[in-house]
């Protein structure tokens, strides 16, 4: 079970007696540290240990209004959103911040790094509060580590957070009059992480009923849903791509016309896939910004690339 597991977080769901397995395979698999998913991540893993021992450059802050929240990236590079992210108007005024003292750490399970959370946890919900600000959280797995792990480990989280989703869908709210029905039909791309958080899926689904956007009901959702399967590339690399090609199928045969992601990694991971089947993949805050007008649906030219434009980028 250790080496074949790919960490997709579904056994959590799945469990009849809520036992969370999850947890004891992933401390299983980086105590024994044999497994693929350990040795393959290991060189990464030592270096977000060295960053939270030792301290890392790797922070980018950029100071937005005094009384505007800040939105943090995470650990994600900027290069690994949409071009035009941080240029949006959903975000402005906003403090950005990313870098390895603000990683969630939960995602570090994915690496066979699941005690990273407890060990520097605090660390990191230290980190943003020195920002004295209200904190958005980009990724739900920073959301997961002040709203779910936080409570578990007895880490006081003394800022007030959001998660991306809320955030969003309270702007969307206030700003109707600048939104455009898209009228279109979605497939939505859960990540592992949210199997620890289902209840975000009320706040997307109010995200879609504001812009038009239809979620089609298909094989692959809820608690059948498949992961990206970007830890699996590690374990068994034809499982991975016949679980993507699996997905990926689900979603057109239901007349989805793109597939909607909300995490970076499954973003990265699956375009390949869908770029090859024709299928438009969005990320969810580029979908919030086609529905106001910031940048087009994604074409499919017909020689196997699918491009997107921007729209207004002056006004932003």
């Given at each position: 079970i250790?080496?074949s597991?790919?960490?997709c977080?579904?056994?959590?769901?799945?469990?009849p007696?809520?036992?969370?397995?999850?947890?004891?395979i992933?401390r299983?698999?980086e105590k024994i540290?044999?497994g693929?998913?350990?040795?393959?991540f290991?060189?990464?893993?030592?270096?977000v240990?060295?960053?939270?021992?030792?301290g890392?450059?790797?922070?980018q802050?950029?100071?937005?209004?005094?009384?505007?929240p800040?939105?943090s990236?995470d650990?994600?590079?900027?290069t690994?959103f949409?071009?035009g992210t941080?240029e949006?108007?959903i975000?402005k005024g906003m403090?950005?911040?990313?870098?390895?003292k603000?990683?969630s750490?939960v995602?570090?399970?994915?690496m066979?790094?699941?005690?990273l959370t407890?060990?520097?946890g605090?660390k990191v919900?230290d980190?943003l509060t020195?920002?004295?600000k209200d904190?958005v959280?980009l990724?739900?797995?920073g959301y997961i580590?002040?709203?779910?792990r936080?409570?578990?480990l007895?880490?006081?989280?003394?800022?007030?957070?959001?998660?991306?989703?809320?955030y969003?869908r309270?702007?969307?709210?206030?700003?109707?009059?600048?939104?455009?029905?898209l009228?279109?039909?979605?497939?939505?791309?859960?990540?592992?992480?949210?199997?620890?958080?289902p209840?975000?899926?009320v706040w997307?689904d109010?995200?879609?009923?504001?812009i038009g956007?239809e979620r089609v009901?298909r094989?692959?959702e809820g608690?059948n849903?498949l992961c990206?399967g970007g830890p699996a590339?590690?374990?068994?690399?034809e499982l991975?791509?016949?679980i993507?090609?699996?997905?990926i199928?689900?979603?057109m045969?239901?007349?989805a016309e793109?597939?909607?992601?909300?995490?970076?990694?499954?973003?990265?991971v699956?375009?390949?896939?869908t770029?090859?089947?024709?299928?438009?993949?969005?990320f969810?805050?580029d979908?919030?910004?086609?529905a106001?007008?910031e940048v087009?649906?994604?074409?499919d030219k017909?020689?196997g690339s699918?491009v997107q434009?921007s729209?207004?980028?002056n006004s932003?």
């Amino acid at each position: 079970i250790l080496d074949s597991c790919i960490t997709c977080n579904a056994c959590f769901q799945y469990c009849p007696t809520g036992a969370d397995p999850t947890d004891l395979i992933y401390r299983m698999q980086e105590k024994i540290g044999t497994g693929p998913i350990v040795t393959g991540f290991k060189p990464f893993v030592d270096s977000v240990i060295k960053t939270f021992e030792r301290g890392s450059r790797d922070v980018q802050v950029i100071e937005g209004d005094p009384d505007k929240p800040a939105i943090s990236f995470d650990s994600f590079p900027f290069t690994q959103f949409p071009e035009g992210t941080l240029e949006s108007r959903i975000f402005k005024g906003m403090t950005v911040v990313r870098g390895r003292k603000y990683a969630s750490l939960v995602g570090m399970a994915h690496m066979g790094g699941e005690s990273l959370t407890e060990r520097y946890g605090r660390k990191v919900i230290d980190s943003l509060t020195e920002l004295g600000k209200d904190i958005v959280y980009l990724h739900n797995e920073g959301y997961i580590l002040a709203h779910v792990r936080a409570r578990e480990l007895g880490i006081d989280v003394p800022y007030k957070y959001t998660h991306l989703f809320e955030y969003m869908r309270g702007y969307l709210m206030e700003n109707q009059n600048d939104i455009t029905k898209l009228n279109k039909r979605v497939a939505y791309q859960p990540n592992c992480a949210v199997r620890w958080l289902p209840e975000q899926d009320v706040w997307l689904d109010e995200i879609f009923e504001l812009i038009g956007v239809e979620r089609v009901s298909r094989k692959y959702e809820g608690v059948n849903a498949l992961c990206c399967g970007g830890p699996a590339l590690f374990v068994n690399r034809e499982l991975a791509m016949n679980i993507q090609r699996e997905n990926i199928k689900d979603a057109m045969d239901n007349r989805a016309e793109a597939l909607i992601t909300i995490c970076p990694m499954c973003d990265t991971v699956m375009r390949d896939e869908t770029s090859k089947a024709g299928l438009p993949q969005i990320f969810i805050t580029d979908l919030c910004r086609i529905a106001i007008g910031e940048v087009s649906w994604p074409e499919d030219k017909g020689d196997g690339s699918i491009v997107q434009t921007s729209i207004h980028s002056n006004s932003i």
